[in-house]
């Protein structure tokens, strides 16, 4: 992943179609952290361009996430063929005439990222009744189909900030994407809205333009603006950076772990540097999301507590039963 909060998507709409691959994999290397698959199907927007069997080719050209904008009237006849061909998130749009929680749910369901996108004119409440379901909400700033088009300031500042309200429930994992306009010129507003991803496009596939300089103006700008508007001028950490929540003994640290995975926070639990225990094994750190862990905090500080007063406890039992005297604090 990339340095900063901001994410940037590499739409490939604009990239070589007939050399895809080599486009794909210079992106990644040009610093991009995920691939943007604008899937249209000519009847949901007036614009045809690939399937899943493209997909699937290109699956093998990077490990990098794969992220689906399926601007598709019937996204559920062919989602199975989507999540087969590899896409890690896959995006729907809330205007397509289709029951849509069933669609959501199967996405989910297989593991992936479920998302919905809004067309320019479409309020966000329409994204109201699928809450609960939502991993991604795209807003689009442009009329979804094709690339190259102006950025609409005005839908972003109306939608944006609301769109981060609209998944602020999730500890983890929520995503607002902005699709349609995004680069140099327009990262800084979106950034200081408080966007996760930025979906660039044309920026980055433009003849003469240097890919890897292109992603660090917008994440650089995206950050700054985020910065200046939403972190007191701090210069934001990354929002998937994992950050130390408790250092337990082993068999303690493993069911705090448990608990907080059960709210959809992943857990990463090492033995670390914290003391060594009585029984010959240091404490084991258990490392969460950064952009977890105020709920952590709020959730889990006296189970953490708890814990804590247990394993010293623990320790001196152990001492005990050796035979030896724990020392005093302070010696």
Avoid at 110 to 117: E, K, P, V
Avoid at 147 to 156: C, I, T, Y
Avoid at 207 to 232: I, Y
Avoid at 269 to 284: A, E, F, H, S, T
Wanted: proline share 7%; charged share 25%.
């Amino acid at each position: 992943m990339g340095e900063g909060r901001a994410r940037i998507a590499a739409s490939i709409l604009n990239a070589n179609l007939g050399n895809l691959a080599y486009d794909v994999r210079r992106v990644i290397r040009a610093g991009a952290d995920r691939i943007h698959l604008d899937v249209m199907d000519a009847q949901f927007v007036p614009n045809l361009t690939f399937g899943a069997g493209t997909i699937r080719a290109l699956r093998p050209a990077t490990k990098a996430p794969f992220d689906a904008h399926l601007m598709i009237a019937e996204p559920g006849r062919w989602l199975d063929a989507f999540l087969e061909a590899g896409c890690d998130s896959i995006t729907i749009h809330v205007e397509i005439t289709e029951p849509i929680e069933p669609v959501l749910r199967r996405i989910r369901a297989a593991g992936r990222a479920a998302g919905l996108a809004l067309r320019p004119g479409t309020p966000l409440s329409a994204l109201e009744p699928y809450r609960e379901l939502l991993d991604i909400v795209m807003v689009m700033t442009v009329e979804p189909g094709f690339g190259g088009q102006d950025f609409m300031r005005d839908v972003a500042e109306a939608k944006i900030l609301q769109a981060r309200d609209l998944l602020s429930h999730k500890p983890w994992g929520g995503e607002v994407h902005v699709d349609g306009g995004v680069n140099r010129e327009t990262a800084e507003l979106v950034g200081g809205l408080g966007a996760d991803v930025l979906v660039v496009g044309t920026a980055l596939f433009t003849k003469g333009r240097d890919q890897a300089r292109e992603v660090r103006l917008v994440r650089t700008l995206a950050d700054e603006g985020f910065a200046n508007e939403r972190n007191d001028g701090v210069p934001p950490r990354p929002r998937d950076e994992m950050v130390r929540f408790a250092q337990l003994p082993r068999h303690l640290a493993g069911p705090l772990r448990d608990a907080v995975e059960r709210g959809d926070v992943p857990v990463v639990m090492l033995r670390g540097d914290g003391q060594v225990n009585p029984d010959g094994v240091r404490d084991y750190d258990l490392l969460i999301p950064r952009s977890a862990e105020a709920w952590a905090r709020d959730q889990f500080s006296e189970a953490r507590e708890a814990a804590s007063v247990e394993a010293d406890a623990w320790r001196a039992r152990l001492l005990a039963a050796a035979g030896d005297t724990p020392p005093e604090p302070g010696t």
